[in-house]
């Protein structure tokens, strides 16, 4: 009898701790798969974006006289970003500007889209100066200054990332963000504008690239609002939806990239004077503004 009970006790023992082992891997498994689907849903719906350093150096942004075009350069400390080319005519105001900074490399290059007043330039910058990160949005155009420009990636062994989800960098003690459209299809190549939000100590800037209607109504849900600078969209048109964006970003510093045959529309810049914005049009001139981080100073060039 005693034997019999001792070998029960055994077996039950043996369970007990065949039982707890298995328990304690199931815990560990689950706690793993938990962690992976947690990563996964961030990289669906959040970002991670990195903090907005103090400011220890100078931020600069020229948005060049292209006529109705965007050629924008940014400098950090170190680093240069472009956004947009302008048309292909544009291209060597793009290059004497990055020539006059001995300036070889593009870190980042954003074409906004690829209409020919974005995109135009880019296969003759690219072909005399190298861009590490391109970033376009996830469409394919249409026009000879696209085909010339994807052309001139292949040429030049550069290669380009289509955004689907929103992008963030940090260049020196600069936090960039890149808001990709939330929608896979419109109507015009203008509302696939990737819109770039730059942070500079205590100061924030807004590239809207060509942003209509339908892609503001996005970018309402996507940002914050009450930005210190504004690179107004699609050469300060007028649609239903100027003024209601206007007063949500709220600037106090307005760049439109406009020209004397086609300038700004005078109830764009009427919104954006009404809010005490200083408005600065390319079509008088280069527009550069320097920021150390608490202030912004502007300096026009004819």
Do not use: W
Request: net charge negative; with cysteine; proline share 3%.
């Amino acid at each position: 009898m005693a034997i019999k009970n001792i070998f029960r006790a055994c077996i039950i023992s043996l369970a007990f701790i065949f039982l707890l082992n298995l328990y304690g891997c199931a815990s560990s498994g689950n706690y793993d798969n938990n962690d992976n689907n947690d990563n996964n849903d961030n990289n669906d719906t959040t970002i991670t974006v990195p903090t907005v350093p103090t400011a220890s150096g100078i931020l600069t942004i020229s948005v060049l006289k292209a006529g109705q075009a965007d050629a924008i350069v940014i400098t950090t400390q170190n680093s240069c970003m472009v956004i947009d080319c302008g048309e292909k005519d544009d291209a060597d105001k793009v290059l004497q500007y990055l020539k006059e900074r001995n300036i070889k490399t593009i870190d980042y290059l954003v074409i906004t889209h690829f209409d020919k007043d974005h995109v135009g330039g880019a296969a003759k910058i690219l072909s005399n100066v190298t861009a590490n990160i391109i970033y376009v949005p996830d469409y394919k155009g249409n026009t000879d200054e696209y085909k010339k420009y994807i052309n001139a990636l292949e040429m030049n062994s550069m290669s380009q990332t289509a955004i689907t989800e929103n992008v963030s960098f940090l260049l020196d003690d600069v936090l960039f963000e890149i808001y990709s459209p939330l929608k896979t299809s419109y109507r015009g190549d203008n509302d696939y504008s990737l819109v770039v939000l730059a942070k500079h100590g205590n100061l924030s800037f807004l590239f809207a690239g060509d942003a209509e209607s339908e892609r503001i109504s996005e970018l309402m849900e996507q940002l914050d609002g009450n930005y210190d600078y504004f690179k107004v969209p699609h050469h300060g048109r007028f649609d239903d939806m100027t003024s209601e964006f206007i007063n949500f970003v709220n600037p106090s510093i307005a760049v439109i990239t406009d020209s004397e045959k086609n300038p700004a529309d005078d109830r764009t810049i009427e919104s954006l004077s009404a809010l005490g914005c200083e408005v600065y049009c390319t079509k008088d001139g280069t527009v550069t503004a320097i920021s150390d981080g608490s202030e912004i100073t502007v300096e026009l060039v004819p």
